[in-house]
């Protein structure tokens, strides 16, 4: 069974009547690019850009920077990597940038924010991305917005850095820019913000630790951590609605995407790409492969209108007994 999903994992995955989902894998280091690959990643949809950053005392500089991106982005050509911008604060710290405790640290200086407080330390890091994007396809996206001022800003330094090296001599051209979907508000605006990016992605583990108000760290109130939430799944049929009137593609990183319970439901939606663990890629695309997109679309026409995540949950267990 295991030869036959990793056999099968080689293929795309395409729903009984015809509809595509590509199916990515997120990472963090470049040793786990070969397993990502044998396990049927067509590509990265979420390279998580902290480790370096966390694991010593001193920032990396550019060239390091560079030099492991490059390899990462080498290794996985011709797939497309998606390299999101530093989501340090929070629960992740450089030790150089020393900065001061905070009380709520999910709510405070952290990702997006940081960045454009420190100029010099994003600039740093876009201008080893931009580099890094001339030797394959790449992607760059902007984590946990909550509006359009800022993602503005921080377009506005992708473009400065972009010109920047180009002034210097660098042979590049300006890589696909996109949004992390993290913010309640920033669900509610996507069809602005659809204007100004060519891709979202959902990072679903912390828009519910912001929609629903958990600690995603905190053990006593992870019982209270609820994907199928009907508020939750209404911001995820909006962002993929909004996202698609656009024209542009959306995504899902967060965990949610790698669990065959939710899939139906992520299918039904509409998602072009569901990204997450390499591990879990395998059993989800031979899942894609025995739905019907139709019979998805109608579940989620369905659940839309349950006013509880038991309720959803029930009913998407019985369905899954009929139709999974
Ligand atoms: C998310 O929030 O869902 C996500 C993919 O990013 P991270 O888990 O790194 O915050
Ligand atoms: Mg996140």
Redesign the pocket.
Known sequence: ERERLLAQAQKPAITRDGHKVTVKANLELLDEIPLAIDFGAEGVG?F?TEYLYVVRKTLPGEEELFANYRQVVESLYPHTVTFRTL?LGGDKFAEELDLPAEINPALGLRAIRLCLKNPALFKVQLRALLRASAYGNVRIMFPLISGIEELREAKKFLQEVYLELKEEGFSIELPPCGAMI?IPTAVFIADHLAKEVDFFSI?????IQYALAIDRGNEQVAHLYEPLHPGILRMIDYIVKAGHKAGIQVAM???MAGELLYLPLLIGFGFDELSMNPQSIPAIKDYICSLSFKKCRQLCEEVIDFSSAREVKEYLENWLGKEG
């Open positions: 979420l998580r989501d993290e990072g679903t583990n912390d828009l990183c967060g965990e």
